[in-house]
């Protein structure tokens, strides 16, 4: 009763509530704007946003209409996006390898930190107070803080257990790693 419509051929196509609220093929908005069907918002003439559902899933397709990337940000400032090939970038505009995804900065992975341990050279996989594995800037390993000593190779122990250093009983820089599970294993 108390709204403003368009109608054409007889059937109303969009409102305009008593409550302000705006439909687009539906009669009474429930939201500032609702509207049934596809949307699409073109913000240049190359950049255009489509909110559609994918007809053969019934799932919502969000995305653009052009080989441009889309764009997620946080207070006006861009912090992830899906590049124009499909490659997801956090924390990073570039993708020089072209790889699935590309993070910049820390990850958090279920409870494990890998970071570059608040270095640019290293590489760091922990929790929240352990250090598992660090790699720095000559490739050296680290298990739980020690580096071992020359000629020492990090074995097993079993699960759940960490590994330990062992002395492989060779010059390394000459030793041939296939043969290690027979040193090993005696």
Do not use: C, H
């Not at 049934?36 to 559902?53: K, N, Q, T, Y």
């Not at 900065?105 to 352990?130: C, E, P, R, Y």
Request: charged fraction near 15%; proline fraction near 3%.
């Amino acid at each position: 009763n108390d709204q403003v419509g368009v109608t054409t051929a007889g059937v109303q196509r969009a409102v305009v509530n008593g409550t302000g609220n705006v439909g687009i093929n539906v009669n009474d908005p429930l939201s500032r704007l609702q509207v049934w069907g596809d949307s699409r918002f073109d913000v240049s003439d190359s950049a255009s946003l489509m909110i559609a559902s994918d007809l053969t899933s019934s799932e919502v397709f969000l995305g653009t209409l052009t080989a441009t990337p889309f764009l997620f940000g946080v207070n006006s400032g861009e912090k992830m996006r899906l590049s124009s090939t499909g490659s997801l970038l956090v924390g990073t505009t570039t993708n020089a390898n072209t790889s699935t995804m590309v993070v910049g900065g820390q990850v958090d992975v279920q409870g494990a930190l890998i970071s570059n341990g608040g270095t640019t050279d290293n590489l760091l996989v922990k929790n929240s107070s352990v250090d598992f594995v660090q790699f720095n800037a000559a490739g050296a390993a680290s298990f739980g803080g020690s580096y071992g000593t020359d000629g020492l190779v990090l074995v097993s122990s079993g699960e759940g257990a960490p590994p330990v250093w062992a002395n492989i009983e060779t010059d390394p820089s000459t030793f041939d790693f296939r043969e290690l599970p027979n040193i090993i294993n005696g």
